[in-house]
């Protein structure tokens, strides 16, 4: 069974930071992106940036770039999203997914609420 936990979400004004934390605990076969997603409400979820945990290789999306930034912990198959320079539009309940792309299976977390102030 493996187990996806997010923490560090939290009520923030404009401007300022918040860290997002992402473990994966388990059993993990084969090569393994991990990546953080956000769902607004009355919106769809939207990938926000992932991270190869073998190579490194890094997303991000549009408007995010320039400020978050991915970082990974391949000794805990963990994954981080350093969030500067929040803006209200990044409200959102953030969830971290751990893809095992060998097996073509994905890993879900419960979310983390991130709320920017205005």
């Known amino acids: 069974e493996v187990n996806v936990v997010e923490s560090g979400g939290g009520l923030v004004q404009a401007g300022g930071s918040l860290r997002l934390s992402c473990e994966v605990n388990?059993?993990?076969?084969?090569?393994?992106?991990l990546g953080w997603f956000r769902q607004a409400p009355g919106k769809e979820r939207e990938g926000v940036s992932c991270i190869s945990m073998s190579g490194g290789s890094i997303y991000y999306t549009d408007s995010v770039k320039g400020r978050f930034t991915i970082s990974r912990d391949g000794a805990r198959t963990a994954v981080y999203l350093q969030m500067n320079g929040l803006k209200p539009e990044d409200t959102a309940v953030y969830y971290c997914?751990?893809?095992?792309?060998?097996?073509?299976?994905?890993?879900w977390g419960q979310g983390t609420q991130v709320t920017v102030s205005s």
């Open positions: 997914r751990a893809t095992d792309l060998d097996v073509r299976a994905d890993y």
């Open positions: 388990g059993f993990l076969l084969g090569r393994i992106v």
